[in-house]
DNA sequence: ATAATATAGTTGGGTATGCAACGAATTTTG
DNA sequence: CAAAATTCGTTGCATACCCAACTATATTAT
């Protein structure tokens, strides 16, 4: 059979991407924030190599991420006592109706992405998908 | 339990998307000419548009995509007689290794990202998705 | 302790991509 | 048939992203 799993997680990326720059747009924030906002949210003062490293994205798209973020008034960062290079990232006050935003619309495409399959498909597609992006990390990237 | 399918597929997305533009440099094209060069490669005559469908992609995506493969002499475009707006594209002599060397590493790439998986995972995950993907065009696009 | 290495984060540059506005050709409508 | 609407493709602009080079701080080795 004919594998073409790449092309399938373009299309989901690329169309969730856009759904996400559409119902965020009001926030002043697009697509490319809103998994770093909710880590941070989630696991108060966080360091930029954690965020990168879950997400498997370069220092570089984090770093800016959260310069918007910062802009915004979304989050602000705080030095580590002990190790001066490191930044702690804290979500503001203001952000709280953004995440919740958020949230909402993660599941609205989550939902929408699985219409149609059976709770065992869902089910399966998450555990699948979830190994795959663990391959991904593994076994495309050029270091490790 | 929580679904994050928008994660995985934007990890596997990206990480694919790195080793294609590592595999490809030497051809002097990137991740995004991939799709099309093979597309036009099985569909001699293809036009524009259809290359847009197939792979949910933006015309001006498109549009940039061809006009570097075009460049590059990989492919060049025939305007179609009865509808002169139309261009007709197909793949130059040249293109051939290129070619080889895309399936080749289309190849390699959905076999790392499978790795670990038995042959009903595989055959599964390729069917979950197909599926989701579909979904992705149908729910998530603003128009239509 | 000092030199070599490693790590956190930033910055500059390039590619991929979507979106909106556009021009040209075609089709549909009244 | 002429005007309006649609369709094919291009272009300009903005965002997301990776990569490589860099600074500053910290850690390890000699």
Redesign the pocket.
């Known amino acids: 059979m004919e594998k073409r799993f790449t092309r399938y997680a ?1 299309i989901i990326d ?1 169309q969730s ?2 759904y996400y ?2 119902a965020l747009k009001e926030y002043k ?5 809103q ?1 770093f906002l909710l880590w941070i949210y989630e696991s108060p003062g966080v ?4 965020l ?1 490293e879950q997400g ?13 973020l910062k802009q915004l008034g979304y989050i602000r960062s705080e030095q ?1 006592e ?7 990232l804290f979500v503001e006050e203001k952000a709280i109706p953004v995440v919740e935003k958020i949230y909402a619309v993660r599941e609205k495409i989550n939902s929408l992405l699985s219409t149609g399959f059976t709770k065992e498909e869902e089910a399966l597609a998450g555990i699948i998908l979830k190994k795959m992006s663990e391959n991904a990390g593994t076994y495309l990237t ?1 270091n490790k």
Do not use: H, N, Y
Request: proline share 3%; glycine share 8%; hydrophobic share 20%.
């Open positions: 373009s690329r991407k856009s720059d559409r924030i697009g697509c490319g924030q998994f360091p930029l190599t954690v990168s498997r994205f370069d220092k570089g798209t984090t770093t800016k991420a959260v310069q918007k580590d002990k190790d001066k290079r490191m930044q702690k050029e």
